[in-house]
């Protein structure tokens, strides 16, 4: 087989995998609406409810111009970061219920290419929920913020797959364990501490998914700093979280869907 019918079939098995999401999206449409529409009112709850706040105390909105910008940026990266998380995580979980994760295994990709292709689809479907979630914030705030699409992109993308190393993780304990539901539920708020983890304080937390990509973003979207002016460490730690949660949660997968297989729990419940 040559090298250029290699990159037509995994282009082919991405759009399929892409394909296959859409529909799911398109032939629900009531739940997908509903989704957008609860992720913005929760938004708008908080917004103007401290809109409101700052009013009764003889405060103007104008001197929380910075913490509104927060508030978008960090509120963009979440929407992104939820979507990520439980599209992989519960994407998986519905495949071992449908009986249709065992196929994977046999597709002539191998699973671990059909698993890459599932990323690059969830990080696409991803970037699309979050944008259109940020057109409604700016709308709603009137605020105007940097989106440098050269440089906002990549430190989505490298804080986003932190995120999916988690999802991993939950659907690999998912395939063992089973209804998890509950437990898998609490990772969005964890996700918010990760968003929201004060970096200038604790430096360390930098380590952790998603903080610093969060940290970045923020500069990026609120200051107008581009990709090259960061600082190279900073780029460094944001590639080798990312890349490096992204495999370690694939590995935790591995293994337990090694065991799931072994003791005969795929698609048990």
Do not use: H
């Amino acid at each position: 087989m040559s090298a250029a019918t290699e990159r037509a079939g995994v282009g082919t098995l991405v759009w399929a995998v892409a394909y296959k999401r859409a529909l799911l999206l398109v032939r629900y449409p009531a739940n997908t609406l509903a989704s957008v529409l609860g992720i913005y009112l929760f938004f708008a709850v908080i917004f103007f409810g401290g809109r409101a706040a700052v009013g009764g105390m003889g405060g103007g909105a104008g001197a929380l111009g910075g913490t509104f910008d927060a508030l978008v940026v960090g509120w963009f990266l979440w929407t992104m970061s939820t979507v990520a998380y439980f599209g992989l995580a519960q994407g998986i979980t519905q495949e071992s219920q449908w009986g249709t994760l065992e196929q994977l295994y046999m597709s002539p990709y191998g699973f671990g290419a059909v698993m890459g292709a599932r990323v690059v689809a969830l990080l696409g479907e991803s970037l699309l929920w979050g944008g259109s979630v940020l057109v409604l914030m700016l709308v709603t705030t009137d605020r105007a913020l940097s989106v440098d699409v050269l440089t906002v992109v990549p430190v989505v993308v490298l804080a986003l797959l932190s995120v999916v190393g988690i999802g991993f993780v939950f659907a690999g304990a998912a395939l063992v364990y089973k209804r998890i539901e509950n437990v898998t539920q609490l990772m969005q708020f964890v996700i918010i501490g990760l968003v929201a983890a004060p970096v200038a304080d604790l430096p360390a937390l930098r380590y952790l998914p998603l903080v610093q990509g969060s940290s970045m973003l923020q500069q990026a979207m609120g200051e107008g700093t581009r990709l090259w002016q960061f600082p190279a460490a900073e780029v460094a730690v944001l590639v080798a979280a990312g890349v490096g949660y992204c495999l370690a949660g694939y590995a935790v997968f591995r293994v337990a869907a090694r065991r799931a297989r072994r003791e005969g729990l795929m698609g048990q419940y």
